[in-house]
């Protein structure tokens, strides 16, 4: 069974930088497909990034040259590196892991890790 731990987050003033990681069990973490997402109180949960499989990377547009996901296969780990930072950032962040093999396809999610920007 997949279960995801994430950890970094934190409060952090406005211009200033977090990492988070999320290291994933078991042995498959080389073929799943990771993403991470968050959610602010009263927003939807949306897709901050997310790294295939293959290495294909996408971003939400307002993180677009502040964020950076990165996957370790060796070390079953994905981090997001989130630079200038704001408050807008704020918000409870979440692993999210896909097993394209699967049918219907397995989504799993970690606990979610709150990540606050505030002078």
């Known amino acids: 069974q997949v279960q995801l731990v994430e950890l970094g987050g934190g409060l952090v003033q406005p211009g200033g930088s977090l990492r988070l990681s999320c290291v994933v069990s078991?042995?498959?973490?080389?073929?799943?497909?990771m993403g991470w997402y968050r959610q602010a109180p009263g927003k939807y949960r949306e897709l901050v990034a997310g790294?295939?499989?293959?290495?294909?990377?996408r971003y939400l547009d307002s993180v677009k040259g502040r964020f950076t996901i990165s996957r370790d296969n060796a070390k079953n780990t994905v981090y997001l590196q989130m630079n200038s930072l704001s408050p807008g950032d704020t918000a409870v962040y979440y692993c999210n892991a896909i097993d394209p093999r699967s049918s219907p396809i397995d989504d799993y999610w970690g606990q979610g890790t709150q990540v606050t920007v505030s002078s």
């Open positions: 790294i295939a499989s293959d290495g294909y990377i």
């Open positions: 078991g042995s498959i973490f080389s073929i799943l497909e």
